[in-house]
């Protein structure tokens, strides 16, 4: 089993970026699939979440109405589109697999990480 995160980078304030989760080793079909973030200092935090029964979404505070998480099952992939991105966005995004499929605690795998910085 494993993740693959990329897509992150540098960008302006209000900017935009597109990160992906491609899984290998596992159909993805079958379960839920979260994005992670954590900035230096503070604990991990969940960004985002999808879950593979009935494509529910789950949204932190923080990132709501800013980014979209969605999934290509053809692909293997799930993406994290990010708009109008903040300096607080600013940390290593992971991608992680739940055992079931619905999002909850408890993801068995992870990602290697993407950066993401936001600054001008």
């Known amino acids: 089993v494993q993740l693959q995160a990329s897509g992150g980078g540098l960008v302006q304030p209000g900017g935009s970026l597109r990160l992906s989760c491609a899984a290998s080793g596992f159909t993805l079909d079958y379960y839920a699939i979260g994005w992670f973030r954590q900035a230096p200092g503070p604990a991990r935090e969940g960004a985002s979440c999808i879950s593979s029964s009935d494509g529910s979404t789950y949204y932190a505070d923080s990132v709501k109405g800013r980014f979209t998480i969605s999934r290509d099952n053809a692909k293997n992939t799930v993406y994290l589109q990010m708009n109008n991105l903040k300096p607080e966005d600013t940390a290593v995004y992971y991608c992680?697999?739940?055992?079931?499929?619905?999002?909850?605690?408890?993801?068995?795998?992870w990602g290697q990480g993407t950066q993401v910085t936001v600054s001008s």
């Open positions: 992680a697999k739940h055992p079931g499929s619905r999002c909850g605690s408890g993801f068995d795998y």
